[in-house]
């Protein structure tokens, strides 16, 4: 809906706009999609009892995969490091 919205601007500036946006929002779900394929990688199934059953490989992922989420979820909220400058024009 995003896209349609700029194509229905018939403007250039607010199509190039919500591809943009578009864009963005594709690419911070793929973190979450790494973070979901990272673990069933390293437990060998996407069974979460699996991946509790291998302790020791757990203990030294979780950490980095708490970061990694943490990083995706400030992504998804659009906040300093990760916003759009969007003028009202757009």
Known sequence: ???CTGWGGY????FLSSVRCAFGSVSFEACFMCVVI???LCSC?????DFYYNC???LLLFPL?????????L????????????????
């Open 38 to 40: 990272f673990c069933a």
């Open 65 to 73: 995969i708490y970061v990694l989420f943490l990083i995706c979820i």
């Open 75 to 90: 992504c998804e909220t659009n906040r300093t490091p990760f916003d759009y400058g969007e003028a009202e024009s757009e």
């Open 1 to 3: 809906s995003l896209l």
């Open 11 to 14: 403007n250039n500036y607010s």
């Open 45 to 49: 199934s996407y069974n979460l009892i």
């Open 56 to 58: 020791w490989l757990s």
